[in-house]
């Protein structure tokens, strides 16, 4: 696994699980969409609306990490 190794996107009809690979992965989600009553999660994998995806990705990527 690369060393900047970070989130799965899944999509999933509206929505779209987005699910950390690694450590990396799981602390940028903690850090940017922080569990709570404006984040939804399905175990490990955040939940959201496919109009936010490319956002989400591109934050992602913006930080270093790989989204696929």
Do not use: F, Q
Request: hydrophobic share 45%.
């Amino acid at each position: 696994m690369s060393d900047n190794a970070g989130l799965i996107v899944e999509p999933h009809g509206s929505l779209v699980l987005v699910l950390p690979v690694s450590d990396l992965g799981r602390v940028w989600l903690a850090k940017h969409y922080p569990e709570g009553d404006e984040h939804a999660y399905l175990g490990d994998a955040l939940v959201v609306e496919h109009r936010y995806a490319a956002d989400l990705a591109g934050g992602v990527t913006a930080d270093g990490l790989l989204v696929s």
